[in-house]
């Protein structure tokens, strides 16, 4: 089974930047891709950036494009997601999800609070 493990939210000041990490165990995620989701109050989850596991390819929502970045540490089954420039409308519940490509979310994190102060 898969368990997901994030790490890394917290508080920062507009225009500051945070990392979060999100640690993968229970297997191999060759098959695999990797998503940011996030959630701010009375909103929808939505997707923020992905990552297919073995082919490196990423995908970004418009509003995060050339301010975040996701990667991933096959040694460390770890997937990041480097913020930069953050905006108080980025202030949310940022969930880190699994899937194999193709299919559906199917694993999902406990989620980390990021805030960002204007």
């Known amino acids: 089974q898969v368990q997901l493990v994030e790490s890394g939210g917290g508080l920062v000041q507009a225009g500051g930047s945070l990392r979060l990490s999100c640690a993968g165990s229970g297997r191999t995620f060759s098959n695999y891709a990797m998503g940011w989701f996030r959630q701010a109050p009375g909103k929808e989850r939505e997707i923020v950036a992905s990552i297919r596991w073995t082919a490196g390819n990423t995908y970004y929502v418009d509003s995060v494009k050339g301010r975040f970045t996701i990667s991933r540490d096959n040694a460390k089954n770890t997937v990041y997601l480097q913020m930069n420039s953050l905006k108080p409308e980025d202030t949310a519940i940022y969930y880190c999800?699994?899937?194999?490509?193709?299919?559906?979310?199917?694993?999902w994190g406990q989620g980390t609070q990021v805030t960002v102060s204007s």
């Open positions: 999800a699994a899937g194999i490509v193709g299919g559906t979310w199917t694993s």
